[in-house]
C-alpha cells in the first residue's frame, strides 16, 4: 500500500519535471517503421537511450489508465534531455480510433510520421509475419500465430466484410489495417494536418536520401550526412524482400484490385498518388 502510494506521487510529478517526446512513428504494420525508428535514433540531435520501439502507452487501456506519469517515465529529465530529440515508434498507433484523441490530450500538437505502404503487399507481408511466429520461443506470439493459407485468410476477411459483419481484430485484420485514408481521417479529426507527415514506403526503400531529408526538414533537424546514409544502405533495415508462395500472385492481385477505390480515397485525402 505504502509502495503504491509513493507511486502514484511521484507518477503525479512527472509532468512537472520529465520532458515528453518530441514526435511519433504512427505506422503502418509491416512499412518500414522499425527502420526508421533506427536510422532516426542515430541521428546526431537524438537521444538513442530515450527513444522507444513501442511503449504500448496509447494503445493498451491498462496502460493508459495509469496516467500520463507513468507514460512519462520512460522519457528523460527536461535537464537531461536539453536540446536533443526522443521519440517512440509504434505502428499500432495507426489503428484505433480512441488513439488522436488520447495523444491530442496528453501530447498537444505533437508531430507525428506515418510510413504506408501498398496495402496488398502490407498485407502479406504482415501474414508472413504472424505465420513466422509459429516458431518463436515467445509463447505470447506463438499464440497468436496464424497457420491459415494466405488464401484462406483474406477469403475469410473478405467473407465477413461483404457480410457486414465486424471487422476482424487484431492481428487479423489484414485488409482494414491497409485501408489508410480511414485511419488517417481519424488523426484529421483531433491533430493539425500540418504535423503529420505522410511518407510512401516504396521511395522510402528505394530512395532513402530523398525520404530522410524529407522527414529531417519536417522534424526541423538537420539532414543525415552522406556517409550516415551510405551506412544505412548497408544495412538495409527496410529493404528485405518476401518471397512469396505458389499460388499467392493471383490472391495478391485480386487484392489489390480490392484496394483501388481505397487507394483512391488516400490519394484524394493527401492530393497525392503513391505508385500502388
Not at 509513493?6 to 509532468?15: A, L
Not at 508472413?128 to 499464440?143: I, K
Request: charged share 25%; glycine share 4%.
Amino acid at each position: 500500500m505504502v509502495k503504491q502510494l509513493v507511486k502514484e506521487v511521484i507518477y503525479s510529478t512527472y509532468p512537472i519535471w520529465k520532458s515528453k517526446p518530441d514526435f511519433l512513428i504512427i505506422g503502418a504494420q509491416r512499412s518500414g517503421v522499425t527502420s526508421l525508428y533506427r536510422y532516426l535514433a542515430q541521428h546526431p540531435q537524438a537521444l538513442i537511450t530515450w527513444t522507444w520501439r513501442e511503449t504500448y502507452y496509447f494503445d493498451v487501456h491498462e496502460n493508459y489508465n495509469k496516467g500520463i506519469g507513468w507514460y512519462l517515465k520512460h522519457f528523460p529529465s527536461k535537464l537531461r534531455k536539453g536540446n536533443k530529440l526522443t521519440f517512440e515508434a509504434a505502428p499500432s498507433y495507426l489503428y484505433h480510433q480512441y488513439i488522436p484523441q488520447r495523444i491530442q490530450q496528453d501530447l498537444g500538437n505533437i508531430k507525428m510520421i506515418a510510413i504506408l505502404r501498398n496495402p496488398a503487399d502490407r498485407a502479406y507481408s504482415a501474414w508472413q509475419m504472424f505465420q513466422n511466429y509459429s516458431t518463436n520461443p515467445d509463447p505470447y506470439l506463438r499464440g497468436i500465430a496464424d497457420d491459415r493459407t494466405f488464401t484462406e485468410a483474406i477469403a475469410q476477411e473478405l467473407e465477413l466484410l461483404k457480410s457486414d459483419s465486424t471487422p476482424p481484430k487484431y492481428p487479423y485484420d489484414y485488409i482494414d489495417k491497409g485501408k489508410y485514408a480511414n485511419h488517417l481521417k481519424n488523426y484529421y479529426q483531433y491533430c493539425d494536418t500540418q504535423n503529420i507527415l505522410v511518407v510512401n514506403f516504396e521511395q522510402f526503400r528505394d530512395n532513402l536520401t530523398v525520404v530522410l531529408d524529407k522527414v529531417c526538414d519536417f522534424l526541423e533537424i538537420e539532414p543525415f550526412s552522406s556517409e550516415q546514409i551510405k551506412q544505412f544502405q548497408n544495412q538495409k533495415y527496410a529493404t528485405a524482400n518476401y518471397v512469396k508462395n505458389i499460388g499467392d500472385e493471383d490472391v495478391l492481385e485480386k487484392l489489390k484490385t480490392y484496394f483501388i477505390p481505397e487507394n483512391q480515397k488516400l490519394y484524394e485525402l493527401l492530393n497525392v498518388r503513391f505508385d500502388w
